[in-house]
């Protein structure tokens, strides 16, 4: 299968910038099995999406391949990408994407989050060593596929369920500033339970919880998706660790009362949904 979007590089000349007075969405991207990128039919409905998306002058990813005690601010510099999975196919090893860093949100981001009584009095702290991993990249590479849009990372921290909400109300303000806030995750995802061969349909467990999901987020009860380890059906069965969940968290905060669209549905590998959220 011929790859999809084996090397980026954003032009030289390229300058982005959101409409003038243009409110940004925020998105919950399900990102899935990261051979996506080499497979153009199974990232389709991902392109396409990309094609719709309003054009941001910069983008700010929470993945759930990065996770830390508290939030941090990943490379305002130039890093080779992470790729962070193993025994997978060569070509996987050889995707670059090289789109500009959003050094500037940097400050402005340690701004926003000074508040937060998780942040603690030294402020929001910075890991310039830390690249993009595979839940920036691969979310990026079917929406932005020039590479031309700039890209900042912040960590996901490891906190309660309603600071993560209040993390992406902390982030909000950056939507009217051209920002897009991209949240990676995966709405179902247990890899014990993965039929890596594609030849079964999703089980019972996980169409209820993607169901659940999906009608708990239209009608923004942003309270019982955070409660939803308590009231989710067969939470710990679609999540035995919530790593790809708590993103979710951080872009229904970002999103607030806006409009919930669901551009990406389906599954793949049998249990793990494909549901993508655009709140705005």
Known sequence: MPPLLPTVSAPASVAPS?????????VFFGHG???????AQAGHDFIQWGKVLPRPR?????????????????????????????RFPDEMYRVRYDAPVAADLAPRVQALLRAMPQV????????????????????????????????????????????????????????????LILASGNAT?????????GRTPP?????????WLAETSARRDWDTLADAPNKAP?????????EHWTPMLVAAGAGGDAPVTFPVTGWEFGSLSRRSLQLG
């Open 18 to 26: 959101g409409a003038a007075g243009q409110r940004m969405p925020a």
């Open 33 to 39: 099995a990261p051979t996506r990128v080499l497979d």
């Open 58 to 86: 910069a983008v700010l990813v929470v993945s759930a391949h990065w996770e830390s005690g508290a939030v941090q601010i990943g490379t305002t510099t130039t890093r080779e990408l992470i790729y962070d999975f193993y």
């Open 120 to 179: 603690g009095p030294s402020g929001v702290t910075r890991a310039d060593s830390r690249g993009w991993d595979h839940g920036v990249w691969t979310a990026l590479m079917p929406l932005f596929p020039q590479a031309d849009v700039p890209v900042l990372q912040i960590s996901l921290p490891s906190w309660s369920a309603d600071a993560l909400l209040r993390l992406g109300r902390e982030l909000a303000p950056l939507r009217d500033e051209g920002v």
């Open 189 to 197: 995802h247990n890899l014990g339970r993965v039929d890596f061969q």
């Open 203 to 211: 089980p019972s467990w996980a169409v209820e919880f993607d169901t």
């Open 234 to 242: 067969a939470f710990r069965t679609n999540h035995p660790s919530v």
